[in-house]
């Protein structure tokens, strides 16, 4: 009668929790397509050697399998933004953005994406995707690989990072570290820039 009792409420813990803790952590990555060159890592300090480089071209899926292809289209620029779920920067960084994208749009011609990355099950704030929704992110969210490629092909050494990238593809920005709102309008600038 125990074992019964043990085996029903372990289903129901199953079904109402996701399922295993396996399945849930597997969608928290997703597979990852990279094409073209990785950027070198950003240094410290000094000139970035990345600024003037053709970004790599990602084809990635969001936490509801959305396949999303980030590239150079003649058109937009990109900003990407490099979170992960246990960096204490990122968690007082998301809110801030999250905040300002709800009192303003993103430049014209500017779009703003967020890559889930360095995802470790046994960190705090997991899982990532629950992280984002209860912040209420507002834009794009893409699952980086379980090896984080993504946040390694543009040349990631610290969080939260941020990339900007032209319509051309090239290079225009690179940020590390939490930024103030101002910090974060300079950086859009940048992207707005023609």
């Known amino acids: 009668m125990a074992l019964a009792a043990a085996v029903a409420v372990a289903f129901l813990v199953a079904i109402t ?3 295993e803790p396996e399945a849930r952590d597997s969608a928290q990555v997703g597979s990852v397509e990279i094409t073209g060159s990785a950027l070198p890592p950003l ?18 899926t969001t936490f509801d399998e ?12 990109l900003v990407i933004g490099f979170f992960t779920h246990w960096c204490s920067h990122c968690r007082a960084e998301l809110p801030t953005l999250t905040a ?23 960190a705090p704030n997991h899982p990532p995707s629950a992280w984002f929704e209860e912040v209420g992110w507002p834009e ?22 941020f990339v900007v990238v032209g319509p051309d593809g090239r290079v225009r920005l690179r940020a590390s570290g939490e930024l103030d709102t101002q910090q974060w309008e300079i950086l859009l600038e940048e992207a707005a820039a023609r």
Do not use: H, M, Q
């Open 43 to 60: 240094p410290r300090s000094g000139t970035d050697p990345a600024v003037g480089i053709v970004s790599p071209s990602v084809r990635a």
């Open 17 to 19: 929790t996701g399922g």
């Open 100 to 122: 300002w994208l709800d009192a303003n749009d993103p430049p014209e011609g500017v779009e703003v994406v967020a890559v889930s990355t360095s995802v470790d099950s046994g």
């Open 66 to 77: 959305t396949s999303v292809t980030l590239e150079a289209d003649g058109k937009k620029s």
């Open 140 to 161: 794009v969210v893409l699952r980086d690989s379980s090896t984080n490629e993504i946040a390694t092909s543009f040349g990631l050494t610290s969080f939260p990072y």
